[in-house]
């Protein structure tokens, strides 16, 4: 996959389309937030600040995000990342729901991974490592990132319902693995405490939000520098 150029205004945004025999995905992401190209195809239109507002759809002077994969929660569960992530965010899925749920959430998160990767471009002048906790009331998230270029991940988070809205639970670690294989990054995520699942799963997604906003957060007086001892990722 090619890699991102920065705009004009030094905006790291890249665009990708993937389809499969089970889902088709667009997605529009730009990791330091602003305006962002529409999506191509003719429903994604409505995107427009002008759309009805949907319930995974939030404009603000310095973010544009519309997530639409068909499944309500892990909607919900997108858009809370592109929020505290600081990113500039659309994403439609069009998938085969009429097997289940397990193709379009792992595909979105894929194909978001791949995004970030590429939106990311080469790995020199950033920060590398990010890490936070997120509470949600009486849940309290970690998430530990490296953009080592080594995917790996360690997910737990605890959850004991069947389905959270329409989405299973069990694709809700699943989807966070999926991020990080192709995203090409270390990702340690666990959910410390919480009786409430949808407050554990928010939690997860929003402590990984601010730990990726962290490590690929541009380092001053870095430029060009790749953080590695090898001199390479």
């Known amino acids: 996959m090619p890699e991102a150029k920065a705009d004009a205004d030094g905006r790291r945004i890249y665009s990708i389309d993937r389809a499969t025999a089970e889902t088709s995905i667009a997605i529009s992401l730009s990791l330091d937030g602003g305006d962002i ?3 191509a195809d003719e429903e994604s239109r409505s995107a427009e600040k002008t759309a009805p507002r949907k319930h995974a759809t939030q404009f603000s002077a310095s973010q544009q995000i ?6 309500g929660f892990l909607d919900h569960m997108i858009h809370a990342l592109a929020k ?3 990113w500039s965010l659309f994403l439609r899925c069009r998938g085969d729901l009429h097997i289940d749920d397990h193709h379009s959430a792992e595909d979105s998160m894929l194909a978001l991974g791949s995004a970030f990767r590429a ?3 080469p790995a020199t002048g950033i920060a590398r490592f990010g890490h936070a ?3 949600l009331d009486e849940a309290l998230a970690r998430a530990v990132v490296d953009i080592s ?3 790996f991940s360690v997910i737990e988070l605890g959850l004991t319902r069947e389905k959270i809205g329409d989405l299973s639970t069990e694709m809700l670690p699943h989807c966070l693995q999926s991020f990080a294989q192709n995203a090409r990054i270390t990702l340690h995520v666990d959910v410390l405490r919480g009786a409430n699942d949808h407050h ?3 939690s997860a997604f929003k402590a990984l939000a601010c730990a990726c906003r962290m490590a690929a957060a541009r380092r001053q007086g870095g430029q060009g520098e790749v953080i590695s001892t090898k001199g390479v990722l």
């Open 66 to 71: 519309d997530i639409d994969t068909g499944i």
């Open 37 to 39: 190209p529409p999506l």
């Open 84 to 86: 505290h992530a600081g």
């Open 133 to 135: 906790y997120a509470p």
């Open 200 to 202: 554990r799963a928010e």
């Open 149 to 151: 270029n080594r995917p």
């Open 119 to 121: 939106a990311l471009g």
